[in-house]
């Protein structure tokens, strides 16, 4: 190691050094860089989240009211869909409890997510159906990506498609 390592950086600052080309023991100067932190913020594991298997402690349950229902959602792809059939009794009761925002924020690690949801679950007056969507459009930006589209003729130029 070179010996003129500074003691002071700070935080947003590394030590870059290299040896001599074709040397054993002889060093370049020392530097302090500066790094930018990044700008946007970087989501892990959110794959898994979207369309892998959560474990079952982690997976949201759509129990309803008089706990008659068990229905498991082990990723924010089969929430949505889960979501889209439950009957409203069961939907507005997740909502009137904050269940969806604690399982944002405790099952699928998205604070952000969790607090837009909490606002949702805040409007006592809104239906079934609004709230619903609501949740529906904070999550699919997040989590899904557009459907890349089939370019018939890019794939084979020479076959009509369409009605004949």
């Given at each position: 190691?070179?010996?003129d ?11 870059v050094?290299?040896r ?8 370049r ?11 946007t ?24 009211p ?15 869909e ?6 409203e ?6 909502l009137?409890?904050g269940?969806y ?9 998205d ?6 949801a909490?606002?949702i679950?805040?409007d ?20 899904t990506q557009?459907e ?8 084979a130029?020479?076959?009509k498609h369409?009605?004949?």
């Open positions: 190691m070179p010996r390592i500074p003691v002071d950086i700070r935080l947003g600052e590394a030590i050094w290299r001599e080309a074709g040397s054993e023991g002889t060093w100067a020392v530097h302090v860089v500066h790094f930018e932190p990044a700008k913020q970087r989501r892990r594991h959110m794959r898994k989240y979207a369309e892998g298997m959560l474990i079952p402690e982690r997976s949201f349950y759509f129990r309803g008089d706990d008659r229902l068990k229905l498991r959602a082990h990723n924010l792809r089969l929430f949505l889960l979501a889209a059939g439950v009957d009794a069961t939907w507005l009761f997740h009137r409890r269940d925002s604690a399982w944002f924020r405790d099952g699928i690690d604070g952000a997510l969790a607090n837009e909490r606002a679950e805040a006592a007056d809104q239906p079934a159906k609004d709230s619903l969507e609501a949740i529906t459009r904070l999550i699919q930006p997040r989590y557009p890349n589209p089939v370019l018939p003729n890019v794939l130029p020479n076959v369409g009605s004949q």
